[in-house]
């Protein structure tokens, strides 16, 4: 298994307005991106948003990666953003469910 982490500082009060994007246009993309198993967007303060994601494999998880730089980047969204997204990917060496 692989994940997906990506973390990008908004402009002050736009984190809502990030997550309505995401929800309407990445997350359709990345429900096609072979080995997708999950998404998660955080808030955690600060006009900071941070997204987990997890993959069956390495494969999935560059791709969705190469995927969300392209997306975020078109003009639209880059308005929102106070940083550039940072993005990287691994193998998850622990995961436990409850």
């Not at 006009?47 to 494969?59: M, P, R, Y």
Request: charged share 20%; aromatic share 6%.
């Amino acid at each position: 298994m692989h994940a997906t982490l990506r973390r990008l500082k908004c402009q002050p009060g736009k984190a809502g307005e990030v997550a309505d994007l995401i929800r309407s246009e990445y997350i359709p993309q990345l429900a096609a991106v072979d080995g997708v198993t999950s998404y998660t967007l955080v808030d955690v303060g600060g006009d900071e948003v941070t997204s987990l994601g997890i993959f069956s494999s390495q494969d999935g998880a560059v791709r969705a990666n190469e995927l969300a730089r392209a997306w975020w980047g078109q003009n639209q969204k880059v308005a929102l953003a106070a940083a550039p997204l940072a993005a990287s990917d691994g193998p998850i060496l622990l995961h436990s469910s409850f």
